[in-house]
């Protein structure tokens, strides 16, 4: 997939290479609108890009993502400086911003490319990952919510959306945006 390899808010690439002090990172919230101007607002995100993981079809488009056919989720791409914000904070936005119970779906969003993910670049990120899943979990229990749904797994490979659908919300301020949180802080 062909984009422009400049950020609309922050005017940094979207495409490797970046910065060698710059660090990775991957999440699926649902519509990936929100969920990539939630973390383009974090300080010490670099940049961001929204595509597709975790399914079976090659390089994708946003149509056939929706026919259901790819097994791919709708993902936000994280570079960011970790001297400035660390992966367990990038964390704490990701649990924090949306509702990680359910399953296939966020808000009115329904289908397997909505489900809740962390597809992590490491061991390192694995290991904090799954950690953040069990202290969230005993937070939501203690609230009295569901299990959590989210899947955690390496990644396998990133695709890029089509250029129209990245930074969206920014090019679109009345664009719609389905995500919200369950208001249980990290």
């Known amino acids: 997939m062909t984009v422009s390899n400049r950020h609309f808010v922050t005017g940094n690439a979207i495409v490797p290479p970046f910065p060698e002090t710059m660090e990775q990172a991957l999440f699926g919230m649902g519509c990936f609108w929100g969920a990539e101007r939630k973390f383009w607002q974090a300080c010490g995100v670099f940049s961001t890009a929204v595509g597709f993981t975790g399914g079976y079809t090659p390089n994708p488009s946003y149509d056939e993502l929706c026919a259901g056919l790819t097994g791919h989720n709708e993902v936000v791409y994280v570079i960011y400086d970790p001297a400035i914000v660390s992966y367990p904070e990038l964390l704490r936005l990701f649990w ?81 945006c389905g995500l919200g949180g369950l208001d249980v802080e990290f």
């Open 96 to 176: 924090q911003s949306h509702n990680p119970t359910q399953g296939m779906a966020q808000g009115n969003d329904i289908g397997t490319q909505y489900r809740s993910g962390i597809y992590t670049y490491t061991p390192q990120q694995f290991e904090l990952a799954d950690e953040s899943k069990q202290h969230y979990q005993l937070r939501l229990t203690q609230a009295g919510l569901n299990q959590i749904t989210t899947e955690i797994m390496p990644v396998s490979k990133f695709y890029y959306a089509e250029d129209m659908h990245q930074q969206y919300l920014a090019k679109n301020p009345m664009g719609y």
